[in-house]
């Protein structure tokens, strides 16, 4: 692992990946994405078209009991009930995590120059995220399911996190909501067996969601360089114990009470699938990847990130 060190000026800061960019032109290239690739989902989606018979809500493949022994137990009615329900699921999580979001981003902006084009790309981000927020709780609606909101312990947890979350932790968070659930938007939009709204909403959010991925990724190389060293072993620490709430909370356990099958049972298959682990762990590659090049995953916090299962 290379070690990172402050190159000297503001304008000349390195770290195991290279040069770090300029923060205001990374920002104004942003911007200029977002001028050309944004969308309105209200208008660009068709949100009376019925619900199409004998389509999925999620590719099977993703779904949690995928190949498990009580997967091929169930009638395919069931399973795609099971999507439906787990769709909804990840769509409440995605809104309780955007919101976090919207917090995190105000607070990281407040002291910064609010002319520059970093400022300006975060409001705009945030733009994004409340139309994001707005889509997925109507694909809820229209799919017939319900919101699944995360337990009382997790919310309250984040309510700490988006309160007192340094600068690191949070772009590190940011990253942990975004990048695995891209990953799974990626293979659920060209799959002609998901409903085509599913399709449309997925596809939306991966376009916009590239911009914010880098904008914090970027963000999250420059603070592991500057910040304190109590910071970054915060940071640290405090990534790899939101790794472990996130990899619990990806799928209400109540979807499974819905569809008619034992709770226990099937949490019980859910953890010990392989399948399910190769799924999570390679949504997660690309950012744990990332995370170990930057110095994030050292020490105690990669034994938090491996027992969340995030991490091979």
């Known amino acids: 692992m290379t070690t990172m060190t402050e190159a000297g000026t503001s304008h000349a800061l390195r770290d195991a990946l290279g040069l770090l960019k300029d923060r205001e032109q990374v920002a104004e290239r942003l911007l200029e994405s977002s001028a050309k690739h944004s969308f309105d989902p209200d208008k660009e989606l068709d949100w009376d078209a019925p619900v199409e018979e004998g389509k999925w809500f999620w590719p099977p493949e993703l779904v949690s009991l995928y190949d498990t022994p009580l997967w091929k137990r169930m009638s395919e009615e069931q399973r795609m009930e099971l999507a ?32 520059s084009a970093h400022v300006r790309y975060a409001l705009t981000e945030i733009a994004d995220e409340c139309r994001h927020s707005m889509m997925f709780a109507r694909m809820i609606k229209k799919g017939g399911a319900k919101v699944y909101p995360v337990s009382k312990l997790n919310h ?25 659930l891209d990953w799974m938007q990626r293979l ?30 970027e963000e999250l190389r420059r603070q592991m360089v500057t910040a304190p060293r109590w910071e970054r072993e915060l940071t640290r620490i405090s990534s790899g114990q ?29 953890k010990a699938s392989g399948h399910r682990r190769e799924v999570m ?9 990332f995370l170990d090049d930057i110095g994030v995953l050292q020490g105690p916090g990669r034994r938090l990130w491996k027992s969340s299962g995030l991490l091979a």
Not at 169 to 174: D, E, K, N, R
Not at 244 to 267: C, H, I, M, W
């Open 156 to 180: 309250n947890l984040a309510r700490v996190l988006k309160t007192v979350s340094t600068t690191p932790g949070s772009f590190a968070c940011t990253l942990l909501g975004e990048e695995i």
């Open 281 to 289: 762990q390679s949504g997660a590659k690309r950012l744990t990847d």
């Open 84 to 115: 439906r329900y787990e769709a909804a699921s990840l769509a409440s999580l995605g809104i309780w995590f955007e919101i976090i979001l919207m917090q995190l981003l105000v607070r990281h902006i407040y002291d910064k120059p609010m002319d």
């Open 188 to 217: 659920t939009f060209p799959d002609e067996r998901v409903q085509t709204l599913v399709r449309g909403v997925t596809r939306i959010h991966v376009v916009e969601e590239a911009r914010h991925v880098r904008y914090a990724r």
């Open 242 to 270: 939101a790794a472990k709430v996130f990899s619990v909370a990806f799928v209400n356990p109540q979807v499974y009470t819905d569809v008619g099958l034992d709770r226990r049972e099937a949490l019980a298959q859910v």
